[in-house]
């Protein structure tokens, strides 16, 4: 059973616990580069790890992010004129620059020593792959940064999709790791008993799976990054022939690689705003395929004036039991909910903002979820112990890893599949199969 205090360890990220410290080991995604894309622009609020920030675009087109109130007393910098360089401040007029140095302060004496010589919290910032960048291990300016590695999409076609869940991070990881639900709570929008060789995919929102296997085998293999593993199912045709598999990849901790449409790869960020708050950022991406962001969003049901608010916030809530559709329940669609999306963060959100891990009856088909939970809790406690954070001693995200979706002829280990040759090579040495 999951004990209460390892629930605790796993899910609370706020107040530098330890799980918080963790995160601050990465490059994290703050915002998205369109939300900051007017020089001298309206800033905008960034929350992370429990705590809030502001993020804005210079007039030099340089973003900044920095804690949100103002080093003198504490007004919030959402308010502030962006202008020349800097956030003033509309209480006193205090001017911070990208890096959070205090560049004037109108309200002290012309000849003051402090102005150039206070710095509020501002952090390192990247931008890429569509995305703003933060690091919160050290401050702008600091000599202990990382390297910031780019994304894998970074140089290839892609559309990114914004969506809050209320819930904690935790969770909503473990519901992309969760390759069983599809089968059942996705079944009215990714149908089974398709007769292809991969699930349908490009811009449809209803597409077909080869398969009618409800219960999948699971198998896990851990990597030097996390872990990746195979949701192996019969397929509707050949059964007797080949087997459909799924492979997704884990990077810790918070980035997934799920298994590909026939049009494009995709990877979903979950980041923690809080306790009880994440964010969802999926991105497809394709060097072979134009993806138009506007039917990504569509096809997800993450438009911002549709099915969300302008705060990334769903329409569809628990107070309006995420306007279930009975009718259409009985006519046969299954859940009664519009969209993948809307399904995921129902059942998500229904389990509690924090969900009791105490109470759960897990089976086999949960394997990913219980490495997923192990994996983590021994990565917090390497960490508190002085180590490196998992995965940080590799390049991250990897670029070269991939996910894998498609039919694997009977007798083929998965572990060979949708991977680099280095870790071909690394299994077959390992479980001393042949390499040839």
């Keep these: 059973m999951f004990t209460a205090e390892n629930n605790e360890l796993l899910t609370r990220i706020e107040r530098d616990s330890p799980m918080g410290r963790l995160f601050k080991n990465y490059w994290l995604p703050a915002c998205m580069s369109e939300e900051v894309a007017e020089p001298d622009g309206t800033p905008i609020r960034v929350r992370l790890l429990g705590e809030n920030y502001v993020a804005f675009r210079d007039t030099n087109g340089k973003v900044g992010i920095m804690h949100e109130l103002c080093p003198h007393r504490r007004a919030s910098l959402l308010l502030a004129r962006n202008e020349e360089c800097g956030l003033r401040c509309i209480y006193h007029g205090w001017k911070m620059n990208v890096d959070g140095l205090v560049v004037d302060m109108p309200s002290e004496p012309p000849n003051s020593r402090m102005v150039g010589r206070i710095r509020h919290r501002a952090y390192p910032v990247q931008e890429s792959g569509g995305f703003v960048w933060v690091y919160l291990g050290a401050v ?68 077909d799976r080869p398969t009618n296997d409800a219960a999948p085998r699971i198998q896990v293999q851990r990597t030097e990054y996390g872990f990746r593993y195979a949701a192996i199912r019969t397929p509707t045709q050949n059964a007797d022939e080949r087997d459909y598999v799924r492979v997704t990849v884990f990077m810790a901790p918070f980035f997934s690689v799920i298994p590909p449409n026939a049009h494009w790869e995709t990877v979903i960020m979950h980041i923690p705003l809080d306790d009880e708050h994440t964010m969802q950022y999926s991105v497809g991406y394709s060097d072979r395929t134009v993806l138009d962001t506007e039917k990504f969003r569509e096809r997800s049901g993450t438009r911002v004036g549709i099915e969300l608010d302008d705060e990334y916030r769903p329409i569809r809530t628990q107070h309006n039991r995420y306007l279930q559709d009975r009718a259409a329940m009985k006519a046969g669609h299954f859940s009664g909910l519009q969209g993948v999306t809307t399904e995921d963060i129902a059942v998500n959100e229904t389990m509690g903002p924090i969900a009791d891990r105490t109470q759960e009856i897990l089976a086999v088909s949960d394997m990913a979820i219980v490495q997923f939970r192990q994996m983590m809790l021994q990565a917090i406690r390497d960490h508190e112990a002085g180590g490196p954070a998992i995965g940080t001693q590799v390049k991250w995200p990897r670029a070269d890893i ?24 690394g299994y077959v040495s390992q479980s001393g199969l042949d390499a040839a």
């Design 140 to 207: 702008a300016g600091a000599a202990d940064v990382p390297a910031f590695m780019a994304p894998p999409w970074a140089n290839v076609n892609f559309a990114i999709s914004k969506v809050q869940s209320n819930a904690n991070w935790a969770q909503v990881v473990e519901g992309v790791l969760d390759s069983a639900h599809s089968s059942t709570l996705h079944s009215s929008n990714i149908r089974p008993g398709g007769k292809g060789d991969r699930t349908s995919g490009g811009d449809l929102i209803i597409m």
């Design 402 to 425: 991939r996910a894998f979706e498609g039919m694997i002829p009977k007798g083929v280990d998965w572990r060979t599949v949708a991977v680099t040759d280095a870790e071909v090579a």
